[in-house]
């Protein structure tokens, strides 16, 4: 068997070009191998003439985040790292790999010698925000080599080399704490530039920089003023010389066609004040309406390289259906409740104005844009009657699966002529689940659907109203459902270094991140609980998933001050009960107008969560070596756990607040510790979903816990009811209202068609998808035991009326896959072990069988005893 490895990976990025550390760590997996590896060989290539260095055979098993084996990489520096390795004793070792090719970005500030350049006419006051483009023509006299654009920009932007796009992402450099980060992007652009003149240029958007953003009616200049773009050409010719043309004093700027833009907003683009040639050297209009630059200033200590991917589009989707509305407005529907904006392509005499307008859900026919509050949502095009045209904005994201067009040229609107793409952060899929059950199997496409609209660059809350914000407790409820779908590990570890920047000096964790400062609905910031504990129980998940240790280094001391702070707040009695609380976030019985006042008390929240955090810093600093703080979090822990039991729960297991949530937490923030009690309160919870006919009775709180709970205290067959409940509330009852992503409120449409009066009424925030982490694990039976899936559970758990299920997950390691079906009263399971990992199947009945990498079959018979009734009726 020729074994080959899979090229080599750098940190969490997909591409390893511009960089951000100079010694990445590499991982590789040994695709189709069902190995293990006992020892490898890493070899790097950089420089023209190839210089290589090679650590020779190295032992070890380890094929994921290995340290940087050579010198570390110097600016913009450029290496190729091959691995080969040694498998199940073999004496010869596997063929190399191909070569990961991994590049430096600007490593240090001084390689900086481009500043921010924008406009120079008063452009900020209200009615002169119309944006601006920047551009500089240059001359490149000897032959090109290679070529590399540094850029980023107070603002979005969007770069042109010679009339041409660099890169395709968009809404770049994305939402950091600009302050102290702001990420830049590198591009190849070697192909773009040609001997003799060329011209470089810039759009630039408002964004969240200084663009309107924020509750009603939102905050401008959030962080600034003006709008910049900060770019670093560097051609490096055949001779070695090199070449830079760096945004300064000698660029020039002008008005943009783009006349009005923003996130919530939208886009205006007036096509008769573009000149498509605007970023070549030949364009026709010579210098007209283009003036010098202002120079500002920026901190280039701040610009950092990206973590993640850019955002980007990863679909496109055309209508299912287009009715005439009157005046000849046309309503299309796109089948699916999506991220992204339209692109059109029309045919329209000068001065035709086309109007596009945006939403999620229809209300008497119409769209339902009330759910918008102050998003207003709508993208106009102005034609210039020069023949056919194809337009999309660009710095602006709309969520919807409606869209209302105005002003079309023509009676018929050709198919193709409007296409919605899809944006989102261009993480890698890793994660697949399907079932027997159709209703299940579209909650789970709303999940994921409902994650793609909502990591853009941060995870946020919804991507429609005039919110959009990184939410700490609706990403920390979501992070394990989001760790199995896509490889979001780069993403949230950049996101979670703005958390930290965000942190106030008392520990305080933000509601949201990046924080809009002085916003009045949140200000001062008040420490949350379920909010504040992404700050602990986030990196540990994401340690567990993806299995990078300095994940946890790099956020420990956020954590500690988090948990530090609930320490104070609760004092010698270790029950955290004072202050303001979101509680149960939208549990049922919670008015539509006041969301956190669920059944269950917030304080009892807000001391389990202490408990949990605590207990998490102690398995954190346990991992990283802190073994005194370690000790310190443990004791901690087992405090408030007891000084909870002794406030909310009774000897025997029952809790003073008789709710799901509570019980939930009790059992799944390990609580309640006796096994008796914890029969008891496993009980309690089981009796307590059945009295209400296994509807929902939680919030974003207690619903991610529920059916772990409910599982765990032997009351699978009440998970199952709860997961194939229709009623409201209930996960179903959405699906059976055709919806296609995951909704904030368990009837954010009624039954009667009405769409929920509360002031929040998305139709696309994943939050309360989070069960989904319950159907890979559970329902499916593929778990992760240790950190990256070294070692996996497969436990199929069949249910309900679901007959057959499967999931696949690309580990860290490779494919990770089980596959189940019940026949008759037979189990047949298959499952897929990655080289280098070992597993475990239990199945029902059985003793766990260990397995080796590679495929296996096996079957088990079910006695009827060992199935929930409904499904003992099925099998047997
Ligand atoms: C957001 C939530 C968030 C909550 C907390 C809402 O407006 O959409 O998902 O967690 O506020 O108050």
Not at 30 to 53: F, K, M, N, V
Not at 590 to 618: C, E, M, N, Q, V
Request: with cysteine.
């Amino acid at each position: 068997m020729r074994v080959q490895p899979a090229p080599v990976s750098f940190e969490h990025l997909r591409s390893g070009l511009g960089i951000g550390v100079s010694a990445p760590r590499l991982s590789w997996t040994l695709p189709g191998h069902p190995l293990i590896q006992d020892a490898y060989e890493l070899e790097i290539s950089r420089g023209r003439d190839g210089e290589t260095s090679c650590t020779g055979r190295v032992s070890g098993s380890e094929q994921r985040l290995v340290a940087w084996p050579g010198r570390p990489l110097a600016s913009r520096e450029r290496a190729g790292v091959r691995v080969r390795v040694w498998t199940d004793g073999a004496p010869s070792p596997s063929e190399w790999s191909e070569p990961g090719v991994v590049e430096a970005g600007l490593l240090e500030p001084c390689d900086w010698v481009a500043a921010p350049v924008g406009a120079a006419w008063p452009e900020d006051a209200e009615g002169t925000r119309r944006p601006s483009r920047v551009r500089r023509d240059f001359e490149l006299t000897r032959p090109i080599s290679r070529a590399r654009l540094y850029i980023t920009a107070h603002g979005l932007y969007e770069a042109e080399i010679n009339g041409v796009r660099v890169g395709d992402d968009a809404l770049s450099p994305g939402w950091t704490v600009y302050p102290q980060r702001l990420r830049y992007y590198t591009y190849d652009v070697t192909e773009r530039l040609s001997l003799g003149a060329n011209t470089i240029g810039g759009w630039l958007g408002d964004g969240w920089y200084r663009g309107k953003y924020g509750f009603d009616g939102g905050t401008r200049n959030i962080y600034g003023t003006d709008q910049s773009l900060i770019a670093q050409l560097e051609v490096v010719h055949d001779d070695g010389s090199t070449t830079v043309v760096a945004t300064d004093g000698t660029w020039s700027a002008a008005p943009s066609p783009i006349t009005e833009s923003g996130l919530y907003e939208g886009e205006i683009f007036d096509a008769r004040l573009h000149d498509p040639a605007w970023s070549t050297p030949d364009r026709p209009d010579a210098d007209a309406g283009w003036t010098a630059v202002a120079v500002r200033q920026r901190d280039v200590r701040t610009l950092v390289a990206p973590q993640g991917p850019a955002v980007r589009c990863t679909e496109e989707v055309a209508p299912v259906s287009i009715l005439r509305r009157d005046g000849g407005r046309l309503l299309l529907d796109f089948g699916q409740n999506l991220v992204g904006r339209l692109r059109i392509t029309l045919d329209a005499p000068a001065d035709t104005v086309v109007t596009l307008r945006h939403a999620e859900v229809l209300e008497h026919g119409e769209l339902a844009v009330r759910p918008l509050r102050e998003a207003s949502s709508t993208d106009v095009y102005v034609s210039d009657g020069t023949g056919p045209q194809t337009w999309e904005p660009r710095f602006t994201l709309h969520g919807f699966r409606y869209a209302e067009i105005d002003g079309w040229p023509t009676a018929q609107l050709d198919p193709g002529a409007v296409v919605a793409r899809v944006y989102h952060t261009d993480m890698r899929r890793t994660g697949w689940f399907e079932c027997s059950d159709p209703l299940v199997n579209r909650l789970h496409e709303n999940v994921v659907w409902s994650m793609r609209g909502n990591f853009v660059d941060l995870p946020t809350d919804c991507p429609q109203r005039d919110e959009r914000l990184g939410w700490t407790g609706d990403i920390q409820v979501f992070a394990p459902t989001a760790a199995f779908l896509y490889d979001c590990a780069g993403m949230l570890d950049s996101w979670l270094v703005d958390v930290g920047i965000e942190q106030l000096p008392d520990g305080t964790v933000p509601w949201y991140v990046p924080v809009i400062p002085g916003e009045p609905m949140w200000t001062p910031i008040q420490p949350g609980a379920a909010w504040g504990d992404v700050s602990t129980l986030t990196p540990w998940l994401l340690y567990q998933r993806f299995g990078d240790a300095d994940l946890l280094r790099r956020h420990f001391e956020t954590g500690k001050k988090w948990v530090d702070l609930m320490d104070r707040l609760a004092g010698p009695t270790r029950l955290w009960d004072t202050g303001f609380q979101l509680g149960d976030w939208l549990d049922p019985a919670a008015p539509p107008d006041d969301p956190a006042s669920g059944r269950t008390d917030k304080y009892l929240i807000a001391t389990a969560y202490f408990a949990w955090s605590a207990r998490h810093l102690a398995r954190i600093a346990q991992t990283i070596g802190e073994d005194l703080q370690a000790h310190r979090y443990k004791t901690l822990a087992d405090q408030v756990a007891s000084a909870f039991r002794a406030r909310w729960a009774h000897p025997d297991g029952l809790m003073r607040v008789d709710s799901p949530t509570a019980y939930a937490l009790a059992l799944q923030f390990e609580l309640i510790t006796s096994p008796a009690a914890r029969k008891r309160a496993g009980d309690r919870l089981a009796e307590l979903v059945l009295a209400d006919d296994a509807k929902i009775a939680t919030g974003f709180v207690g619903t991610p816990l529920l059916c772990d709970a409910l599982t765990e205290a032997g009351h699978i067959d009440v998970a199952y009811s709860l997961l194939l409940q229709t009623q409201c509330p209930s996960w179903l009852y959405p699906v059976t209202q055709g919806a296609t992503t995951i909704w904030e409120r368990w009837d954010s449409m009624r039954p009667d068609g009405s769409l929920n009066p509360g002031g929040m009424t998305s139709f696309n925030h994943y939050a309360l998808g989070a069960v989904a982490d319950w159907l890979h694990r559970v329902v499916a039976g593929l778990e992760a035991t240790s950190p990256g899936y070294r070692t996996i559970r497969f436990r199929p758990r069949p249910g309900g009326r679901i007959i057959s299920a499967k999931a696949r997950h690309e580990t860290p390691y490779g494919t990770a896959a089980i596959s189940w079906e019940l026949v008759a009263d037979t189990l047949n399971v298959d499952v897929t072990v990655p080289a280098g990992c070992t597993a475990e199947l239990e199945l029902p009945g059985q003793d766990p069988v260990s397995l080796a990498p590679g495929t296996h079959h096996a079957s088990a018979r079910i006695s009827a005893g060992t199935l929930s009734p409904a499904l003992a009726g099925e099998a047997c």
